[in-house]
């Protein structure tokens, strides 16, 4: 019944309409090579009219509208022929492909053959050239951002702590374990996060972060599970992909996960147990192959306890737990921190300055409330508000920790009597200078000699601090 289709189909087709509703132009001849039929194609591409060539051999028309007729090399060697021909009086090159078509004897009864307009070609090729260059940038560029999201900051660390966490973050990279990153806010757990995708198989993928706190908890759904067309008043009219969707074949970080809201957390256990999600306003599963790291500055379990966060979605979450010590409990990787800091903020604001080893000193009692963040910030500050260049001394972090209440002279663990003198003389005369406004002043109202006040600014490694005489 199918082949009686078929023939009845095959009777209908009128090929001369569709030779002329063909893009590329059509020549045809018979066994002989006289031209049958040329369509409207064919004369668009060359300027050749029909009247001009039906019923004549191509042997009789060579060299007189075109040169390089594909026509009599196929029916010398029945094979089908690529060849460029020349349109004379255009003086026009156009790609021709001439096929035989047998007969039952295995004779030729005709040549068809297409001619394309080279030129159309041409662009057609710088085009698709400039668009895959294109492409090739975009890609580039698009791998650069996200070695710059995943890698802006570089983890640096000399703590046996830190050590265990980066062989468990080593180990576990390179599978798709859900991971739940906890610590003290500024412990660094955006830079563990961006560690397991840096080292990951989903490293050329895409890498989503959503602080679930700083969203609102009425736009947080829609942020991350997208929305359908009119699912509420304001909705795009084609809808949004959510953080999820975006996040596919790649990784997601749910920063600050003890912040979503206990409706979203339902929604939540769904993606990590399906690894799928719907859409608000939609009902059609949407599938995701992605990884999910979450991160917490709370104690998740006691939230569970309370009845702030899921209980099933914590286990979910706790697949692998890194925890992040505080770095008051990390005092090794403090000065490397510092140090770090420093380069990089004197790298930035064109100063060349490091840190002395009695700054060092202070920088290690601290007991860094804010850890991390806390200590970048600081270091910043003091690059800056240095503007004499100078080394940055025990006196110019013990000024900028006073300075908002953060840190005393009484709050340093005491050293020997000689110690604690010279740190209290060497305030007394950076205070003093500060003042005064000039060593030679300061002096004056310290009732020291001049040379005796240098002498001292020399020692305490603070000429530098002030100008003047």
Same mark, same amino acid.
């Given at each position: 019944?199918?082949?009686?289709?078929?023939?009845?189909?095959?009777?209908?087709?009128?090929?001369?309409?569709?030779? %002329?509703?063909?893009?590329?132009?059509?020549?045809?001849?018979?066994?002989?090579?006289?031209?049958?039929?040329?369509?409207?194609?064919y004369?668009?591409?060359?300027g050749?009219?029909?009247?001009?060539?039906?019923?004549?051999?191509?042997?009789?028309?060579?060299?007189?509208?075109?040169?390089?007729?594909? $026509?009599?090399?196929?029916?010398?060697?029945?094979?089908?022929?690529?060849?460029?021909?020349?349109?004379?009086?255009l003086?026009?090159?156009?790609?021709?492909?001439?096929?035989p078509?047998?007969?039952?004897?295995?004779?030729?009864?005709l040549?068809?053959?297409?001619?394309?307009? @080279?030129?159309?070609? !041409?662009?057609?090729?710088q085009?698709?050239?400039?668009?895959?260059?294109?492409?090739?940038?975009?890609g580039?560029?698009?791998?650069?951002?996200?070695? %710059? %999201?995943?890698?802006?900051?570089?983890?640096?660390?000399?703590?046996?702590?830190?050590?265990?966490?980066?062989?468990?973050?080593?180990?576990?990279? %390179? $599978?798709?374990?859900?991971?739940?990153? $906890?610590?003290?806010?500024?412990?660094g757990?955006?830079?563990?996060?961006?560690?397991?995708?840096?080292?990951?198989?989903?490293?050329?993928? #895409?890498?989503?972060?959503?602080?679930?706190?700083?969203?609102?908890?009425?736009?947080?759904?829609?942020?991350? @599970?997208?929305?359908?067309?009119?699912?509420?008043?304001?909705?795009?009219?084609?809808? !949004?992909?959510?953080?999820?969707?975006?996040?596919?074949?790649?990784?997601?970080?749910?920063?600050?996960?003890?912040?979503?809201?206990? #409706?979203?957390?339902?929604?939540?256990?769904?993606?990590?147990?399906?690894?799928?999600?719907?859409?608000?306003?939609?009902s059609?599963?949407?599938?995701?192959?992605?990884?999910?790291?979450a991160?917490?500055?709370?104690?998740?379990?006691?939230?569970?306890r309370q009845?702030?966060?899921?209980?099933?979605?914590?286990?979910?979450?706790?697949?692998?737990?890194?925890?992040?010590?505080?770095?008051?409990?990390? !005092?090794?990787?403090?000065?490397?921190?510092?140090?770090? @800091?420093?380069?990089?903020?004197?790298?930035?604001?064109?100063?060349?300055?490091?840190?002395?080893?009695?700054?060092?000193?202070?920088? $290690?009692?601290?007991?860094?409330?804010g850890?991390?963040?806390?200590l970048?910030?600081l270091?910043?500050?003091?690059?800056?508000?240095?503007?004499?260049?100078?080394?940055?001394?025990?006196?110019?972090?013990?000024?900028?920790?006073?300075?908002?209440?953060?840190?005393?002279?009484?709050?340093? #663990?005491?050293?020997?009597?000689?110690?604690?003198?010279?740190?209290?003389?060497?305030?007394?005369?950076?205070?003093?200078v500060?003042?005064?406004?000039?060593i030679?002043?300061?002096?004056?109202?310290?009732?020291?000699?001049?040379?005796?006040?240098?002498?001292?600014?020399?020692?305490?490694?603070?000429?530098?601090?002030v100008?003047?005489?």
């Open positions: 019944m199918e082949e009686a289709f078929g023939a009845a189909l095959y009777q209908d087709l009128d090929f001369h309409q569709v030779c %002329q509703n063909l893009y590329d132009g059509i020549h045809i001849t018979d066994g002989e090579g006289r031209i049958l039929f040329i369509n409207d194609a004369t668009r591409t060359t050749i009219r029909p009247e001009q060539v039906l019923g004549r051999r191509v042997s009789e028309i060579e060299g007189l509208l075109y040169q390089g007729s594909v $026509t009599e090399q196929v029916l010398k060697t029945k094979q089908r022929v690529n060849s460029v021909a020349t349109i004379l009086e003086n026009k090159e156009v790609l021709v492909t001439g096929t078509v047998f007969d039952q004897a295995g004779e030729i009864k040549v068809v053959t297409n001619t394309r307009d @080279f030129p159309e070609l !041409k662009r057609l090729e085009q698709l050239s400039a668009l895959t260059e294109e492409r090739n940038k975009y580039r560029e698009l791998a650069f951002l996200r070695r %710059q %999201q995943a890698g802006g900051k570089q983890l640096i660390y000399r703590s046996e702590a830190m050590e265990s966490v980066m062989e468990l973050v080593r180990t576990v990279a %390179q $599978t798709d374990v859900t991971v739940l990153i $906890t610590g003290e806010s500024g412990t757990k955006e830079l563990i996060a961006n560690e397991l995708y840096q080292n990951s198989p989903r490293r050329d993928k #895409p890498f989503i972060k959503v602080n679930c706190a700083a969203i609102p908890a009425e736009l947080l759904e829609s942020e991350l @599970f997208g929305y359908e067309e009119g699912a509420f008043t304001g909705a795009r009219r084609s809808g !949004k992909a959510g953080m999820f969707e975006l996040a596919d074949t790649g990784v997601i970080l749910l920063d600050e996960i003890g912040d979503m809201p206990l #409706p979203l957390q339902t929604k939540l256990l769904r993606v990590l147990q399906q690894r799928e999600l719907i859409r608000v306003g939609g059609r599963p949407v599938k995701l192959d992605l990884r999910v790291v991160a917490t500055n709370k104690d998740l379990r006691e939230e569970s009845g702030r966060f899921r209980e099933d979605l914590y286990y979910r979450l706790n697949v692998v737990p890194i925890e992040l010590k505080p770095l008051r409990e990390r !005092k090794a990787d403090i000065p490397v921190l510092a140090e770090q @800091f420093c380069r990089g903020f004197c790298k930035k604001y064109g100063r060349n300055m490091g840190i002395t080893p009695d700054g060092l000193q202070l920088l $290690t009692q601290y007991p860094w409330p850890n991390i963040r806390e970048e910030n270091v910043e500050r003091i690059v800056v508000t240095n503007a004499s260049g100078a080394a940055i001394t025990r006196g110019h972090i013990q000024a900028a920790l006073s300075a908002n209440g953060q840190f005393h002279a009484d709050d340093a #663990p005491q050293g020997t009597l000689k110690q604690q003198v010279a740190a209290y003389e060497r305030e007394i005369v950076l205070h003093t500060k003042r005064e406004g000039s030679r002043r300061a002096a004056k109202a310290l009732g020291v000699d001049h040379s005796t006040l240098v002498k001292k600014f020399r020692q305490y490694g603070l000429e530098e601090t100008s003047g005489e």
